[in-house]
């Protein structure tokens, strides 16, 4: 149907205009010649405005839902550009008769969607999430990306409410899942633990009802109850279930020892921290259920190098830097501050910035923090930004992470072991760089 200069079209229409040119773009400052841009909107922009300018870079067609008040074949007129860009999204999807991994969790869930990555595509042409794109619009734009070629898809699925992951099931029709954990985080949006179980609890939600299976990490008494159901289930954990490994070594790097029949193996990974464990082992499970050889298994994790402020190692000088500033909550913080108590060292220097999304809780779960720190010695401990800033404790604080650097670059350590973890808001890295 034309109306005025605008075509309305149905989703199988547009599907076709996708696959003869198969690359969307939803920001003019990346797009290239050729791109569909969809011109979302949210609370501080509106892409509708730069339709014109989308045009004049090139691209094959733009997506509105707003008339954006001139004339041009190109354009398309859909009632609502987010939900169009998900249901061609969705039509993709169906596309595919392969196994589709949905990954979700309160901490390592970019880490154990990149190492079940690393593993599967050792073996098979595997798409996955770009970086942390595991949101309402980095989801679909991760399933339009998938080729032809494809043999495993892996979906990293983020969420801070209720009926979020259940809305993302639609259009991904996961046929595998993980959850990692259920911990402390995004309190504002899921109100309790019991909350944030729910929640993420809506993939296996899905996998009972359509026939899914689940790799569930069995040391976990709460992922037992909450995937009992589901059709297919594949087990890992330090003991009892099909996939079992334990804590070989933690300094400096985590090593894995799995148990197999009577034969031992050894994992040497990359990753700082033992609470990497399940995410090591979540990723030999689903290359054993998928039938990767073990030597593959291994060498793909422990080639596995991390990137983007997570569980990385930096030598500076006489100095190491543990920088985990990619995500903050009161479980991750809890277990990298142990992790890093029971490192090699006596110079340990703490730089933590505060933590977000925690609603009522928020000054409580800082303040248990900062009796948590209590407990061990420690050289430096320094607390940045947030509600630190309204709780008593002994330690230095600073508003912001770049004061936080200041102080550093004229107060420099030798001989010394960081830790720096914070929010992302909080920009914990820029200390890092001076460091």
């Not at 990555?117 to 619009?137: D, E, P």
């Not at 989801?139 to 969420?159: N, Y």
């Not at 309190?187 to 944030?196: A, D, K, P, R």
């Not at 464990?277 to 422990?302: M, S, T």
Request: some cysteine; overall charge neutral; hydrophobic content about 40%.
């Amino acid at each position: 149907m034309i109306v005025i200069n605008f075509t309305i079209m149905q989703i199988d229409k547009l599907y076709q205009l996708f696959l003869q040119y198969p690359s969307v773009q939803t920001d003019t400052r990346k797009l290239k010649k050729d791109d569909i841009f969809f011109a979302l909107k949210g609370p501080n922009f509106n892409g509708n405005l730069f339709a014109k300018q989308a045009l004049e870079k090139g691209a094959a067609y733009i997506i509105v839902d707003e008339p954006p008040g001139f004339k041009d074949k190109r354009i398309i007129l859909a009632d609502d550009v987010l939900t169009t860009l998900q249901q061609l999204a969705g039509y993709h999807r169906g596309q595919f008769a392969i196994p589709f991994l949905a990954i979700t969790g309160s901490n390592g869930k970019t880490t154990t969607k990149e190492l079940v990555h690393a593993v599967l595509s050792s073996t098979y042409k595997t798409y996955t999430t770009r970086g942390n794109l595991n949101n309402h619009i980095g989801i679909p734009l991760t399933i339009l990306d998938i080729k032809p070629d494809a043999e495993m898809g892996i979906i990293e699925m983020g969420a801070n409410h209720l009926k979020e992951i259940e809305g993302y099931c639609k259009y991904t029709e996961p046929t595998h899942g993980i959850i990692t954990n259920c911990g402390k985080a995004h309190l504002e949006g899921f109100g309790s633990i019991e909350g944030v179980r729910k929640a993420k609890g809506e993939l296996y939600d899905y996998l009972k009802l359509h026939d899914g299976t689940a790799f569930v990490m069995w040391d976990y008494d709460y992922l037992r109850e909450m995937s009992k159901g589901i059709p297919h289930i594949f087990t890992y954990g330090t003991s009892g279930s099909e996939v079992v490994g334990d804590i070989y070594a933690t300094d400096p790097f985590l090593e894995v020892v799995l148990m197999k029949k009577n034969a031992k193996a050894i994992i040497r990974s990359a990753l700082v921290g033992d609470y990497n464990l399940p995410n090591i082992l979540a990723a030999v499970a689903a290359g054993r259920y998928f039938n990767v050889k073990e030597d593959k298994i291994k060498a793909a994790i422990e080639a596995y190098h991390p990137s983007n402020s997570r569980s990385q190692l930096i030598h500076k000088g006489n100095n190491k830097i543990i920088l985990d500033a990619y995500n903050a909550n009161p479980s991750s913080m809890k277990a990298a501050i142990e992790n890093f108590a029971g490192t090699a060292g006596s110079n340990k220097i703490l730089v933590l910035g505060a933590m977000m999304e925690l609603g009522k809780e928020s000054i409580k779960e800082h303040e248990d923090l900062t009796e948590l720190l209590k407990h061990y010695l420690w050289k430096e401990v320094i607390l940045v930004g947030g509600d630190f800033a309204f709780i008593t404790h002994p330690f230095r604080f600073f508003n912001t992470a770049q004061e936080a650097r200041e102080w550093l670059l004229q107060h420099p350590a030798e001989n010394s072991v960081y830790l720096v973890k914070g929010s992302r808001s909080m920009q914990m890295e820029i200390i890092a760089d001076a460091l």
